[in-house]
Structures are given as C-alpha cells and as structure tokens.
C-alpha cells in the first residue's frame, strides 16, 4: 500500500514538474533575449545560464534514472551539450537546448499519461462475503472464513463466492464473466459451479468445494496481475534509433577536439547533435496520432500501444461481443404446419415480458421489432432453469426448456436438429397443454466483421486467431464465415492466457475481447483491445486501446492510423537526424558555432514537428467519404433488411410442408410466398436498382462495383416469377401436383439460400460504410 502511495506522489510530481521545467526554461530563453537587444548582456547570460542550469539537473537525473534501468538513451547527449555550453560560455546555445529538451519531455510525457492498466473491476466484481447456512439459521460471513463441505446460500443477481456444487433441485448462472457467452445456463442438482458467476434464477444452495484463494475467479485476477507485469514498457523509437547515433556523435565530438584543440568545437558538435528531431518528432506523432484515433471512438492509452499496434501481424479475437453482436436475436419461429408462427411469438413475448433472463428479454425485443401487441400476462410462474408459465388471453402458456418425447412430431424434431446445425439456443412454446411451436435464438456475427477483417489483413495482420469459450461447432462455422486462420473453442481464461503468450511468442500479438474473461488475454498480448462501448469495466482497464463504440471496424481504423503515426514518427526522426548528421559535420570543421547550431537546430525542430504533426489527419484510405442522402438511403435500405429477414422463414416453411408431403398447407404457404415476393421483396430489389446503386457508384468509385448486386436482382426475380408460375398451374388444378414437388423444392430453397446469402454480401459491402445513427460523433473516454 505504501509503495503504491508513493508511486503515486511520484506521478503527481511529476505531472507538476514537467509544465514548470518548460514554463521556466521558456521565461529564461524570451528574458535572456529581450535583456540582449536592450544592450543588458550581462543580465541576458545570467538569464540563459539560469535556463541551462534548470535543464541540467533533470537531464541528468534522467539519464541517471535510464542508466539503473539499463538503458542509454538521447539525453545523454543533450546533458553533455548543456554542460558544454556552460563551460565555454555559449549560454544562449544552452537555454536553446534547455527548452527543446524540456519541450520534448513534456510532450512524450504527455502521450504516456493517458491512462494505467489496472484491474479495478476485476477486484470489484469479487465477493467479500457468503451467505453459510448451519442448520435452521443462514449467517453473513466473511469469504475468507468459508471452507470446503460449507451450506451456503446465493441470492438473485449474487456472485457464486467459491467453487462448489449445487445442492438444490437447480441453478441458472450467467456464466458470461468466466466464458464470455450471454446465454444464462442452467444447473441441475451436483453439477459444478464455478466462483464469478452471477445467479440468474431464484435463490439456491451449494456446497462449498474449495476456499476462495483457490476457487477460479481467484485464480483470473491472479492471471490477470501475473499477465499485466509481463508486459515490459516500449522502448522508444528515438532510444531505437540512439543505439547508433550517440556513439556517433561522441566520435565526431571528440576528433573535432582532438584534431582542432578547441573545446568549442566539440560543444558545437554536441549542440547540432542534440537529438531535439528526435525528442519532439517521435512523441508529437505519437500524440497526434492518439489524439486522431480518440476522433475515431478508439482510446489508445500511450505512444507505446499506438507503436505496437503499428507493427503487429497476429490478431487474436474472442468470439462474443467481438466477432457477434453478443445478444440473442431471433431466427425463426417454428409451429406445427396448421400452426400460426407470429400469434406463437406474440404469446411466447407476452409470457415473458417480467422475466429478467436473457432468452426472455430476446423474445419481447423480437416481438417489438415485428410490431406485434403484447398482452399483460396474469397468474405468472417462474421456475429457475426450466421457464415461465403465464396466462395470457386466456391461454395457458409455458416458455422455456423441454426435453422432447421419443413420439414428439415431426416439426418439432425438425426443430431440434435445425437448432443443433446453427448453433442455435431453442425456446419451446407451449399453449394449453399443447406443444405449439420452437423459437430459436442466435449470436449474430456483425456485419462489420468481415469487411473489417479484410481491412486488418491489408493493414498488415497476417493471421487471425479466435479463442471462445463457446462450442467447437458454432465456433468453427464463424471461424470459416470470417475466414480465420485458428480456431479453439471452449477456452477457459486460462486457455486463452496461454493462446496468447504462445501467439506472442511468435510475433507482435493484438487481442480483442470484451468480457471480464478476457482481462487476463488483453494483458497478456502485446496490445489488448477492449470493446468498450458494451464490454466489461474490468476489460476496458485491462486494455491498452478501448473502442467506444459498438464497432468492430474501427479497430481497422486505430491500426491505420497506428500504422501511419509510426511511419510519420520514424520519417520526421531519421530526417531530422540526417540534417542534424549533416550540421556535425560543419561544426566538427569551425563553420557552425555552437549558438548559430542552435539556431539551425531550432529550424530542424520546426520541420520535423511540422511534418509529426500530419499524423492528425489522413490515414484512413480505406474510408470512403459518404454525401448525405447516400448515407440516409444506405439507413433506409439497412432497416428494410431488418424486415424482410424476419419473413424469409416463409420459404423454408412452405418447403418443409412440402417436403411433409401437406400438399394442401404448402398450397396456402406458396400464396403467402407469391404475396411476400411481388408486394414486399422485389419492390425492395427494384429501389435498391434505381437509387441506392447508382447513389453508390460515385463513393465507391464506379458502377461496377454493385454489378454483382444487380446481377443476383435478375436471378432472385427470375426465380419468383418461376414460382409465381408454379402457383398459378396449382390453382388452376386446386392442388399442387406431384410433378411440381421437385422444381418447387429447389425454387424455394434455392431461393431462401440466395436472399440470405445476399443480405449478407450487401450488409458488409455496402450499409457498413455508414456509420450507426448513434455512434457518428463517439464520445471518447479517458
């Protein structure tokens, strides 16, 4: 504890100390002069001696302070220069020097001060206490006073305290703390619980397996502390660069003397040699490239994660909240073939409109975007792991798990295998007794995902990585969407500790997840990202860069930047240094006096800030600059898709009849089809054709670019009306016959395949280029 206080009194010195070294070597410099052109010369080199002096002590301890850590950096150079200049009288070069020293301090300080990674949160989600129950009475104890073999008591919305066993009938936890998935879980009597995780049902008992120092959630901060202290401080880029230029310089230095006789030379060498390019150019790029990135909703904590970023070539990514939007959304609603599919979701929604699990609140938020009228549900039960049971318009409707019967129907088992090949959560819905229909619940992957992957594969990352505590199957096909190059599922925190380090090991290593999971993996790589806009406190502070929107491209944008900031800062080093090389080399030979060297180092200083500071802008080549109206059309059309995907079930749905051999129900489905495809879909088609791609054609540079679009318009029509034809031969035989069956089948799964297929081809090329109505001016956070 006394060590942090200290530390902190140190950083506060400090913060204080820079601004009043720069403010008092500035006054020196301006009094000095205005003292010379008044004819006060005496008064002037007092004033500059001042100003050097003042320099000197903090350079000094500077270079003391890097020497302990075994480092010798550029300012080695720069004391000697200020020495020199006071013992051959060049006082005004020495508060020159004294103020571009103190200028390149506060600014590289500056860039460091953005933030620390603590792990606050973590320690805070932590349990102090448990609930033990002995007997009849349940006590609040302390957590370090609970053993193994203790009763004890989790209230709602309560952290498990310790590893242990459920001893009650059953538990639902949310386990997102530990695997990062959103989906509550239930837990039957004896199964294991994990410490971390939050009570998501009703209060229950559990057994007490290990102490806390030992449980998990223990052994996550410990991972977390051990990750964070590996991560060794990023040496600079002009220390890089020093490793050759202060032997350099001292040579040139000493042969100036020894072959002249006059010390002046040497000091005069020492003053054009001082790497002022270097301790402004590296740390003004740096800074105006955080400050650029902050304008795009990306926090990036210090200079030296903008400079790793700028180099790294692994990324690793965790699965939810990361690569998927990290909510359950609906897909499909499935009922019985005489069965109503909205009128199932609208009392599945009424039902659970009170209960607070995730999969409920899923299927209220649904029910919204389709606009259907909830009703208030009365008499209403709720039982922790299995579901709510409601009535609602004098039905009785149950919600929730249920293990099907080996006599289940058709549909139903349909249903289960659907779920199990999409990686699905399935809510089943039960109406007076009777099973009426499946609702089934996916972790959509972003939109932005795979344009913003190609982005990061251009900028330079050359394998993609993904650690998730999720399923291998839901894993692997996000993994062959996104076409990653590693996938590893069901990663606990300690797993994906050690896929990182191991990536690491190979290369500079970028990890992005949002979960307090992944707080160890983000301090464990070379960079960590945390989604920030709805990620964990814990994860934010356990990163080096944050994004405050809910936008996984601009992670692509940070890296450009990144990228372009630590090109600017190396171009504005080297060149400052190769004129200053060229400066040594008059000096060593008598045409440049130590204080016209410091002039002519001043008006390096000049160029190089100049150019560090184009860092401010450009370095986004990859954006495409959108006019107004194409960005609201781009709205418009997004939102539409968001309609139209809800109903694409209805192909599939008539083919399913169809496939059951219920000629009469897919005689009714195939109307609905023909309705939902000349009234709604291909007027959609039509409006994308005429406005929105020719609105495109100027930002993305030519009318080429929605060809392909245009082209699978033509083909999604000629498949409609090739059903509308197969319509009209059935009404005009009251049935549809057995020679249709097969082409029927192939229209319309071909068809659902087609229009998911090109949602999905328009929502990454296209509505990703315009920003989210509520992330266009992002807040940024300190």
């Known amino acids: ?60 301890w500077w270079v003391i302070d890097a020497l302990r850590r075994r ?86 919305g309560e952290v498990v305290p310790v590893d242990g066993w459920v001893t009650s009938e059953s538990a639902v936890l949310d386990e997102s703390v530990l695997t990062g998935e959103p989906l509550a879980v239930p837990h039957g009597r004896g199964e294991a619980l994990r410490s971390g995780t939050v009570n998501a049902g009703a209060p229950f008992e559990m057994q007490a397996r290990t102490t806390a120092e030992q449980s998990t959630y223990a052994g996550i901060v410990r991972l977390a502390r051990d990750a964070a202290a590996e991560s060794a401080p990023v040496v600079r880029v002009a220390d890089r660069i020093a490793a050759w230029f202060l032997p350099l310089a001292l040579t040139v230095a000493g042969a100036a003397w020894l072959f002249s006789g006059s010390a002046t030379r040497a000091v005069a060498v020492l003053v054009v040699a001082t790497p002022c390019p270097l301790l402004l150019a590296a740390p003004v790029a740096i800074v105006s490239g955080l400050s650029r990135a902050s304008r795009r909703g990306v926090v990036i904590r210090n200079g030296g994660a903008l400079e790793n970023l700028g180099h790294a070539t692994t990324l690793v990514l965790d699965k939810t909240g990361t690569l998927t939007a990290g909510r359950p959304t609906g897909t499909d609603v499935l009922t019985a073939p005489d069965g109503d599919a909205t009128e199932v979701l609208r009392l599945a929604a009424s039902a659970d409109q009170l209960s607070p699990h995730v999969l409920a609140e899923a299927i209220v938020q649904e029910a919204k975007v389709r606009g259907l009228p909830l009703s208030l549900p009365t008499d209403v039960d709720e039982e922790a792991g299995t579901g709510v049971t409601a009535t609602v318009d004098g039905h009785r409707v149950a919600v929730g798990t249920l293990t099907l019967a080996a006599d289940a129907p058709p549909w139903a088992r349909s249903a289960h295998g659907r779920a199990a090949l999409d990686g ?37 990352l050359h394998r993609l990585v993904m650690l998730t505590g999720d399923r291998p199957e839901p894993a692997a096909e996000i993994g062959a969407v996104l076409g990653l190059d590693s996938v590893h599922a069901e990663q606990t925190p300690a797993d994906k500790v050690a896929g990182v380090r191991a990536e690491r090991d190979r290369a500079v290593t970028v990890m992005v997840g949002d979960g307090v999971n992944d707080a160890p993996a983000l301090a464990a790589a070379t960079v960590g990202v945390a989604m920030g806009a709805r990620g964990s406190t814990a994860t934010s502070e356990a990163a080096d860069v944050v994004l405050t929107t809910d936008r996984l491209d601009h992670l692509a944008d940070a890296m450009a930047i990144a990228r372009r900031s630590r090109r600017i800062a190396v171009q504005s080093a080297t060149v400052g240094m190769g004129l200053s090389l060229v400066a040594m080399g008059f000096a060593a030979f008598g045409v440049l006096p130590p204080a016209a060297g410091a002039l002519l180092q001043e008006g390096i200083d000049v160029a190089v800030i100049l150019n560090a500071l184009r860092a401010l802008r450009g370095g986004l080549g990859d954006a495409v600059p959108l006019p107004e109206d194409t960005e609201a059309l781009l709205h418009r059309f997004s939102a539409e898709h968001d309609d139209l995907r809800d109903q694409l079930a209805i192909l599939r749905d008539t083919a399913d009849l169809l496939a059951s051999g219920n000629l009469a129900a897919a005689h009714t489905g195939l109307r609905r089809v023909d309705a939902f495809l000349f009234d709604t879909l291909l007027p959609h088609e039509e409006a994308e054709d005429r406005e929105l791609y020719p609105a495109l054609a100027t930002p993305l540079g030519t009318a080429e670019a929605t060809a392909t679009m245009s082209r699978m318009h033509a083909e999604i029509d000629r498949l409609a009306r090739r059903l509308r034809t197969h319509l009209a031969r059935a009404d005009a035989a009251g049935t549809i016959t057995a020679d249709q069956v097969d082409d029927l089948l192939a229209g319309l799964y071909g068809l659902h395949a087609l229009l998911r297929l090109h949602f999905v081809q328009e929502e990454e090329n296209y509505f990703t280029l315009a920003p989210e109505p509520d992330t266009q001016a992002p807040t940024t956070r300190e």
């Open 1 to 60: 504890m006394e060590a942090d206080v200290r530390s902190r009194q140190r950083a506060r010195l400090r913060r204080l100390g820079e601004p009043a070294l720069l403010a008092v070597t500035t006054v020196a410099l301006v009094a000095g002069a205005v003292a010379w052109l008044v004819g006060a010369r005496d008064v002037a080199d007092v004033c500059w001696i001042a100003g050097t002096v003042v320099a000197v002590v903090p350079a000094a």
């Open 71 to 156: 480092r010798v950096g550029v300012d080695l150079i720069a004391v000697l220069s200020l020495v020199g200049t006071l013992a051959v009288g060049e006082y005004l070069a020495g508060a020159l020097i004294g103020v571009m020293l103190a200028t390149g301090q506060t600014l590289d300080a500056a860039a460091e001060r953005r933030a620390t990674k603590d792990l606050r949160s973590l320690l805070d989600h932590a349990p102090r206490t448990a609930r033990r129950r002995v007997g009849g009475n349940v006590d609040t104890v302390p957590l370090d006073t609970v053993v193994a073999g203790d009763t004890l008591v989790v209230g709602p």
């Open 424 to 460: 699905a959560a399935t809510v089943w819905v039960t109406v007076d007794g009777t099973l009426a229909g499946a609702i089934l619940l996916v972790d959509p992957v972003r939109r932005d995902a795979a344009r913003t992957l190609r982005r990061l594969r251009a900028a330079g």
